[in-house]
Each structure stands twice: as C-alpha cells, then as structure tokens.
C-alpha cells in the first residue's frame, strides 16, 4: 500500500443494476479502498484511500472483464485534516 491518500475517478460501463451490484461488491473486499461512489448515470466510479491508482484499475479490469480507463487522480500527502477539507470543498 502507498502511504499516500488518493482520489480516483474511472469510467467503466455499468450498463444494469446486476453490474452495479457486482462494481460495488468488488470495491468493497478491496481493503485500500476507504470511500466509493458509483454514478450509474455518467458510468463513473470514484474511490478514496491509501493505494496506488494503477492497481485498482487492474484489479478492477480482471474482475469485471470491461475497460477501464482512469479520468482523474488526485494524490494528497498531507495530513488527515487538509484532507477532509480538501474533499469538502469539492476541489
């Protein structure tokens, strides 16, 4: 695991609630992962925790079998309180 905090959005076709269900339950047995959000709508997926972009997106390439590509990464190496700030204010 990385010692820095990460911000990742990705595109990947979630095109029904069975391939949600499956997004969601991938992300959760990931134990890097902090925080997700799925956007059905927009087919984005954003997760937020200690681990390193490339991997994820791997991992979740092999075990949904579809595409993935990465829109944005926002690396953080400060502490915990700028953080949380930091995602607040949506920046």
């Given at each position: ?51 390193r972009p490339s991997d994820v997106a791997i991992k979740m390439r092999k075990k949904m079998n579809r595409r993935v590509e990465i829109l944005e990464i ?18």
């Open positions: 695991m990385s010692g820095k905090y990460c911000c990742m959005v990705m595109r990947l076709n979630i095109d029904c609630n069975g391939c949600c269900r499956k997004v969601r339950r991938i992300l959760l047995n990931m134990k890097e992962i902090e925080t997700h959000g799925i956007d059905k709508q927009h087919y984005r997926v954003s997760v937020c925790g200690r681990f926002l690396e953080f190496d400060s502490t915990n309180e700028q953080i949380e700030d930091r995602l607040v204010l949506g920046a």
